[in-house]
């Protein structure tokens, strides 16, 4: 569903603008569209940004040097080394620190005209009304689905429109929701049921483009200003799909889930398959022993930062796709492992499903195994 003609501006114009102000935001004030009366209504809204990492980053950045008048910055994270490959507000000498502090300091020094109020927490369904309420938009970049169905049903219950987007390795989605709309649409129409952890894996297993970030939360900017200023055409009742790797864009149309749509059948839920689970320090006496073996189930760019040695590479999802385990694993005991876990516990029970009753998985994963038994191998 597209809409020829913008939505009424959310937020009305402030007060005058000083000439100080008249030079900053000069270049938004020859925009045809906007003009002084556009950048009193920035100056005068209200905008609360879920997330200070990918994507809260070029949001909170450009968000202030357009002159939004105040950003709550909602996030309850610190900085990690591993950040700073894409979140650009934070420095290395902030590692550590907690990131709505370092991405309030950031704001502060970019421009003095915007107010900067900091929540570090996690929102949740029993705060996110009380978190997002008083503002006239919210970004949405956080990084997990638990959140973000968060921050959907409050404002769809609070009625605020909602700039959200996701982001992993190449590939980018983006839409915005508005609540009160005919066929108005929110995020569980796109997700009415939430992905399988296993089956969503995040940035720190998977890997993002760092630019895309950036490209990414540069367009829910823009999104934001439209909203507010009332021009343009948002992206209302589309998502938008963004391929960084062959630099492509299309979008596809998002109506209320059950409206005219054919029914979806769903995979049948799978019986959960119990474990056993080996410590880090556990899978090394094993080795020593020469019983196990070791099954890396991690993507060959992580291979490339270091295994266990003598393991097997077989990324999970090929894993996956084997119907027997003939010609595939030697006789022995299989330990497997990732990163972190879920993708083990899943290529495990996949194992055990096929008839192979001896398999375990190293608890805590690579990261385990850095830490405990070869901390010369680096974190990632």
Request: charged share 20%; proline share 9%.
């Given at each position: 569903?597209?809409?020829?003609v913008?939505?009424?501006p959310?937020?009305e114009?402030g ?23 556009a ?7 209200r ?17 202030a ?13 610190v ?14 000498d902030a ?24 929540r570090h927490t996690?929102?949740?369904?029993d705060?996110?009304q ?24 409050a404002?769809?219950?609070l009625?605020?429109?909602v ?21 108005a649409?929110?995020?569980?129409d ?24 950036g490209?990414?939360?540069s ?7 439209k909203?507010?200023c ?11 799909l ?30 959960m ?8 320090e556990?899978?090394s006496?094993?080795?020593g ?30 894993v ?44 805590g994963?690579m ?14």
């Amino acid at each position: 569903m597209t809409r020829p003609v913008p939505l009424a501006p959310l937020v009305e114009p402030g007060q005058a603008l000083t000439p100080e102000q008249v030079t900053r935001y000069s270049r938004h004030l020859l925009v045809p569209g906007m003009g002084i009366e556009a950048q009193r209504r920035l100056l005068a809204a209200r905008v609360a940004v879920v997330g200070a990492g990918g994507l809260g980053s070029p949001i909170l950045a450009y968000l202030a040097a357009a002159g939004v008048g105040h950003l709550t910055i909602i996030d309850d994270d610190v900085i990690d080394t591993t950040n700073l490959q894409r979140q650009v507000v934070h420095r290395s000498d902030a590692v550590g620190v907690r990131k709505v502090d370092s991405a309030a300091d950031y704001v502060r020094g970019l421009n003095p005209d915007v107010s900067v109020e900091v929540r570090h927490t996690r929102i949740t369904p029993d705060n996110a009304q009380d978190l997002l309420g008083e503002h006239h938009l919210v970004l949405d970049g956080a990084d997990n689905f638990p959140t973000r169905y968060a921050v959907s049903d409050a404002c769809r219950a609070l009625g605020l429109p909602v700039v959200w987007a996701a982001v992993l390795r190449f590939d980018a989605q983006i839409s915005t929701f508005v609540p009160g709309l005919d066929d108005a649409v929110s995020l569980r129409d796109l997700f009415p049921v939430p992905p399988r952890p296993e089956d969503v894996p995040s940035c720190s297993e998977a890997g993002v483009l760092g630019a895309l970030v950036g490209q990414v939360g540069s367009i829910m900017a823009g999104e934001a200003v439209k909203l507010i200023c009332g021009f343009g055409e948002p992206l209302v009742g589309r998502v938008l799909l963004v391929d960084a790797l062959s630099q492509r864009t299309r979008e596809i149309p998002l109506r209320p889930a059950g409206a005219h749509l054919p029914p979806v059948e769903r995979e049948p839920v799978r019986e959960m398959v119990p474990l056993t689970e080996h410590s880090a320090e556990e899978v090394s006496a094993m080795i020593g022993s020469g019983a196990p073996v070791l099954l890396d189930v991690r993507e060959p760019a992580e291979h490339e930062l270091g295994t266990v040695p003598g393991a097997l590479r077989v990324p999970v999802g090929e894993v996956l796709t084997w119907d027997e385990l003939d010609h595939h694993l030697p006789d022995g005991p299989v330990v497997v492992y990732c990163k972190a876990g879920p993708r083990a516990r899943r290529a495990a029970a996949h194992l055990v499903r096929l008839g192979r009753d001896d398999v375990s998985v190293m608890t805590g994963g690579m990261l385990a195994w850095i830490e405990r038994v070869d901390p010369s191998l680096p974190t990632y």
